[in-house]
């Protein structure tokens, strides 16, 4: 049966280009954008999973650079320690010079005490970022090395720790009173510091009482007044008299005086190791320093050392072989963090381009399909409209049966 009211062949044409329009839309989305899954309403779980996965990406990046970051520290600490190694081995070789009875002792000793100097500024150089792990003062670092995500989606950090090393020559101890007359005094326990005005100031000097408690040979006294920095280290013929602290008060003045700083500088003769210092500038001057324990440290013997005699030499020879020692376990111990370091980011990058790898299987578009099947949904789209065309023509032949 005909009808002009109802077209059953148009209704369907029309679903089927509704249906072919809707999935060339969603092939050209698809080709556009380069995925199959671009939003929650494509898929709502494979979404969801695309999205966590990215997180852990952009996660796992940061964790590399928290371990490049990790990995130069140690490797600054690593040749540090090999480079402190080299010099107690030229050391060694001085030491063993000595052992000769026709050699001028007092020559190589000038060249041990200049390699002492070498290795204490390796280890006080020896920071990456302000992370110094040789010098004593650091017990561990910690790094940061992955993320773990358990079944229930809980998400925990890891870390590499790396355990520091003690190749100190020496350690700081407070040794003296310093105190300034606007009452400023000892900043801490292992430095001091106060503060002079300009000349015409009220607080324009200020008193240092240098104590000894238990100084020891190789001890150093360090004064910095403002850009100026002396210091005095002390000998063993110091601590065999009567007042070491005249002895470094005296020394200090002296080279402050021949320092050019603009300070008056007076010796206390009745108080032992007083010295007030007066600023004779116009700008404001601040006084601080620190006293170098050298009986401390992980290398502290090493202020101990002197070739200048015979027995000393013999003594040198077995103290400089537990030196080199305890500098090769510490170069031996960064270089296998290191190690570790390194494999732990070698493994992240993998892990982040696998990561990567299935996201892109999960929600990427496969181009060559896409391509194929919209020149297919091209073709039966034209055919739809065709189809559609002719049936909207068909209730015209009704009008043959009406004609006369």
Do not use: H
Not at 33 to 46: C, E, L, M, P, Q
Not at 89 to 115: G, H, W, Y
């Amino acid at each position: 049966m005909s009808s002009i009211l109802t077209n059953n062949g148009a209704m369907v044409a029309l679903q089927t280009l509704k249906s072919i329009n809707s999935n060339l839309a969603s092939t050209q989305d698809m080709i556009s954008t380069g995925k199959k899954v671009a939003s929650a309403k494509d898929n709502a779980a494979i979404f969801a999973v695309s999205k966590v996965m990215e997180s852990d990406v952009a996660g796992f990046k940061a964790v590399s650079e928290s371990l490049a970051l990790g990995e130069a520290t140690v490797s600054v600490a690593r040749n540090a320690a090999e480079t402190v190694t080299d010099l107690l081995t030229e050391m060694k070789t001085k030491i063993v010079a000595a052992q000769e009875d026709n050699v001028d002792r007092s020559k190589i000793n000038d060249d041990v005490t200049e390699l002492k100097n070498q290795i204490s500024s390796v280890v006080s150089a020896a920071q990456f970022n302000g992370l110094n792990l040789i010098d004593g003062n650091t017990a561990s670092a910690s790094i940061l090395a992955s993320l773990d995500r358990d079944g229930s989606g809980n998400v925990t950090a890891s870390s590499i720790s790396v355990s520091g090393q003690d190749l100190a020559t020496g350690g700081y101890t407070a040794k003296a009173a310093f105190t300034g007359s606007d009452g400023l005094a000892a900043d801490s326990a292992d430095s001091f510091g106060f503060a002079l005005d300009g000349n015409g100031g009220t607080d324009d000097a200020g008193t240092v009482v240098i104590v000894n408690p238990t100084y020891d040979a190789g001890d150093r006294i360090t004064m910095r007044l403002g850009e100026t920095e002396v210091s005095y280290t002390i000998s063993a013929e110091d601590i065999a008299s009567t007042s070491v602290e005249d002895i470094v008060a005296v020394n200090l003045k002296t080279q402050i005086e021949q320092s050019g700083a603009d300070v008056t500088v007076d010796y206390n003769i009745a108080s032992a190791g007083t010295l007030t210092i007066t600023n004779n500038g116009s700008d404001s001057l601040f006084v601080s320093g620190q006293f170098t324990n050298a009986g401390s440290g992980g290398l502290g013997a090493l202020a101990g050392i002197d070739v200048s005699t015979g027995v000393g030499a013999t003594a040198a020879l077995g103290t400089i072989e537990t030196l080199i020692g305890t500098a090769i376990d510490a170069a031996a111990a960064f270089g296998s963090a290191e190690g570790r370091i390194e494999t732990q980011n070698n493994f992240i990058s993998s892990l982040t381009d696998s990561l990567t790898t299935g996201i892109g299987a999960l929600v990427d578009a496969n181009m060559e399909e896409a391509s194929a099947r919209l020149q297919a949904l091209q073709v039966q789209q034209q055919l739809a409209t065709q189809s559609l065309s002719i049936a909207n023509q068909a209730p015209q032949s009704l009008l043959s049966l009406f004609r006369g």
